[in-house]
């Protein structure tokens, strides 16, 4: 059944209130950096007058007859007896609703402007709406109430954030909000239970409070993923990850071997490792772990989803995960005793990846020793392939994504074999050694330089990789 938000200011009458993003650009912005459509919006990213990085979302205006009219249509849906399930099933109440209040003549003088709306606080995200379809903007957070929602947007990290011109008129609208967006992951929140971690329905992340006693006030932070994961051809060209990196990782994946991608929040690790296990052969069974759905290789026919929220449950996971034999185990972040079941599957010839929150290889060895037994620790040495450290780094005024430095594992220590600008020792590794002793290639730096060449041959996009992979396993 449709729900719909009403109005607090006027609950008693059941009125519906429309708010309109829109933003006077011209006497903000100091200096407008970019703009563009997110249809029917406009969205400006600038420099107000006072230095603060801005995203402004204009959207079509509704002039005050219009917005009585969407009061009206609102309020009349609200109170009928329309069962909508779908889009199509609102364009059609809607269309009822018009002949039965018979504004028809008005109507048709809104009606692309008012479908947006009703659409809009219908199905979609509200005042939220643009920040959800614009598909540069990875992150959407609120502070405080009394702040305007701020974005990370992936084509201005060096601002951190963009501060928007979305805020709330009160804490209750705030909760409104966050109890709407909890609706839609089919979880609840409330006073009782005042905090929330789930998925949306397009596997956005979310975290939410509601405030008081957990918070100061209603917060939430939305993690955005791209409808299909973006391919390590797309990585290479904006060059988040070296080309020869890629080719490793590639045959470590053949060989079976552990490796692991470390970095602060924010870095890109898991888009990072979701472009690394589609370079596997598409018909191993690849089985992950998660407490959110964000790896996913979408088109392949044994890839398997397991979830669990806590240590423990993830460990139950990927027991029984070890039980449906894969051929790469991953955990998509490790915080605790789910890292056995990692070692484990690499003892019993699967192989596993994962990752986790660290700056230096150091820091996730000390994380180790403290979350293994040492007979565990001892065997996951052994099998470990690589670390990969991803950072956001400065370059000039812009600041990107890279892959700064990948270490192996070797007689105890980890060793750099890549520095980002600095040095590239991969061709002398060990693990390059082992992975031919692994996989019997008798020159494994020849087959690195093909697989390199291979990958420089493939056009970007996910399913450019996939048909490029088929061919080369000829599968």
Same mark, same amino acid.
């Given at each position: ?7 607090? %200011? ?23 950096? $970019? ?32 917005? =009585? ?51 809009? +606080? ?21 502070? +405080?109430?009394? =702040? ?27 909760? &409104? ?6 609706? $839609? ?58 080309? $020869? ?34 370079? &596997? ?28 929220? &806590? ?36 003892? %019993?010839? &699967? ?51 890279r892959v700064v430095a990948v270490y192996e594992r070797c007689n105890g220590s980890w060793n750099t074999i890549y520095v980002y600008g600095r040095i590239d020792a991969i061709e002398r590794s060990t693990t390059l050694k082992r992975i031919g002793e692994r996989l019997r290639i008798e020159d494994p ?25 088929? $061919?080369?396993?000829?599968?």
């Amino acid at each position: 059944m449709l729900r719909l938000r009403r109005s607090s %200011s006027s609950a008693s009458t059941q009125r519906f209130e429309l708010q309109q993003l829109r933003a006077p650009v011209e006497q903000l912005c100091f200096e407008i950096i $970019k703009e563009y459509k997110i249809d029917p919006s406009t969205v400006t990213i600038c420099i107000d007058k006072h230095g603060v990085p801005r995203y402004l979302v204009n959207e079509p205006e509704l002039d005050e007859e219009g917005r =009585r009219l969407y009061s009206m249509i609102m309020e009349h849906m609200y109170t009928s007896t329309f069962r909508i399930d779908s889009e199509d099933e609102l364009r059609k109440a809607l269309e009822e609703v018009v002949e039965d209040l018979g504004v028809r003549p008005w109507y048709e003088k809104y009606r692309e402007i008012l479908w947006y709306y009703i659409r809009r +606080d219908s199905f979609g995200y509200g005042v939220l709406d643009t920040l959800f379809r614009d598909p540069d903007v990875e992150d959407i957070e609120l502070s +405080d109430w009394r =702040r305007p929602v701020t974005v990370v947007h992936r084509g201005f990290l060096g601002f951190e954030a963009l501060v928007t011109n979305v805020s709330f008129r009160s804490e209750e609208e705030a909760r &409104s909000v966050i109890e709407r967006l909890a609706l $839609k992951t089919g979880r609840s929140i409330s006073l009782a239970k005042p905090e929330l971690h789930a998925a949306l329905p397009e596997g956005y992340r979310i975290a939410a409070t509601l405030g008081d006693p957990v918070s100061a006030s209603p917060t939430f932070s939305i993690r955005k993923f791209p409808p299909v994961p973006i391919d390590v051809i797309t990585l290479i060209n904006e060059e988040v990850v070296d080309p $020869k990196i890629a080719a490793l990782v590639w045959l470590l994946n053949d060989a079976k071997m552990f490796y692991v991608v470390i970095g602060g929040s924010g870095s890109g690790k898991t888009t990072l490792l979701n472009a690394l296990l589609q370079l &596997s052969n598409p018909m191993w069974k690849i089985v992950v772990v998660q407490d959110i759905p964000e790896l996913r290789l979408p088109s392949r026919p044994r890839f398997i989803q397991l979830f669990g929220e &806590s240590s423990e449950e993830q460990l139950k996971r990927c027991i029984t995960a070890l039980r449906y034999r894969p051929d790469i185990l991953v955990v998509g972040e490790v915080r605790g005793k789910e890292i056995r079941a990692l070692v484990r599957a690499v003892a %019993s010839g &699967s192989g596993s990846a994962t990752t986790f929150h660290a700056a230096t290889p150091g820091e996730f060895e000390m994380a180790l020793r403290n979350l293994l037994p040492r007979d565990l620790f001892v065997m996951l040495s052994l099998n470990a392939g690589v670390a990969l450290f991803i950072s956001k780094i400065r370059e000039g005024r812009k600041v990107v994504r890279r892959v700064v430095a990948v270490y192996e594992r070797c007689n105890g220590s980890w060793n750099t074999i890549y520095v980002y600008g600095r040095i590239d020792a991969i061709e002398r590794s060990t693990t390059l050694k082992r992975i031919g002793e692994r996989l019997r290639i008798e020159d494994p730096v020849e087959e690195l330089k093909r697989r390199e060449e291979f990958l420089k041959s493939i056009p970007s996009g996910y399913d450019n990789v996939e048909h490029f992979l088929k $061919k080369f396993y000829g599968v």
